[in-house]
């Protein structure tokens, strides 16, 4: 199974500061069809994921231009321009390249 | 409104069958994937299995191959999933997630093996 490390797993941030993430893959996410499924996902405190980023750098309907996802092959990187409120909760990046989908183990953003 | 509600969570001992169904709405249901995924405070997040629009390719993590079934009715736009032998390491809150131009997942429903 491809494994998705991601650091750091604990993240404390200033408000307005920015804050970035790393996912790192055991193998290169680039499908046979040539596209690279690695999406970002947020869980806030109490609910369920919602989808940021999907395809590394394409961002979801309604979410902030704040966020960002680039990254290829194995390194990936979500990026958080300036830190708000409403951001604390666990990040998560996924992978659908290859079976099983797999996700990393989280990254929990706190404010300082 | 894109909703998911799952439902059939509960308890049940070691061995035990759960049927969990996820009623979906506010989209175009029989166009879309559908995965369920589960969380546990210890693993995160796991995806469990999905299924092709049209129910005909379903794909399985190993740990659950030959116990869950994965099923769809489209004309009632509900996502089902058969859990027999479970174990205690099934227990986790299980979420349906429907993926294509966007990602919207349920509230989840908890199953506890014990």
């Known amino acids: 199974d491809v494994v998705l490390t991601q650091s750091p797993l604990s993240l404390p941030v200033t408000l307005g500061q920015p804050a970035s993430v790393s996912c790192r893959s055991s193998?290169?996410?680039?499908?046979?069809?040539?596209?690279?499924?690695l999406h970002w996902f947020q869980q806030r405190p109490g609910q369920s994921p919602r989808r940021l980023i999907y395809?590394?750098?394409n961002r979801d309907s309604g979410v902030p231009d704040r966020f960002s996802g680039s990254g290829s092959g194995t390194d990936f990187t979500l990026k958080i321009s300036r830190v708000e409120a409403e951001d604390i909760g666990v990040y998560y990046c996924?992978?659908?390249?290859?079976?099983?989908?797999?996700f990393g183990q989280g990254t929990k953003l706190e404010i300082k | 409104e894109v909703q998911l509600v799952e439902s059939g969570g509960g308890l049940v001992q070691p061995g035990g069958s759960l049927r969990l169904s996820c009623a979906a709405s506010?989209?175009?249901?029989?166009?879309?994937?559908m995965h369920w995924v589960r969380q546990t405070p210890g693993k995160g997040l796991e995806w469990v299995a999905n299924?092709?629009?049209?129910?005909?390719?379903?794909t399985y993590v190993d740990s659950v191959k030959g116990r869950f079934t994965i099923s769809r009715d489209n004309a009632e736009n509900s996502l089902y999933l058969q859990m027999n032998s479970l174990r205690a390491e099934d227990t986790a809150v299980y979420y349906c997630?429907?993926?294509?131009?966007?990602?919207?997942w349920g509230q989840g429903t908890l199953v506890t093996v014990s």
């Open positions: 997630l429907a993926w294509g131009s966007s990602a919207n």
């Open positions: 506010g989209f175009t249901f029989s166009s879309y994937w």
């Open positions: 299924i092709k629009p049209d129910g005909t390719q379903k």
């Open positions: 193998q290169s996410l680039v499908h046979s069809d040539g596209s690279t499924y």
């Open positions: 395809k590394v750098s």
């Open positions: 996924m992978q659908h390249s290859h079976w099983p989908h797999t």
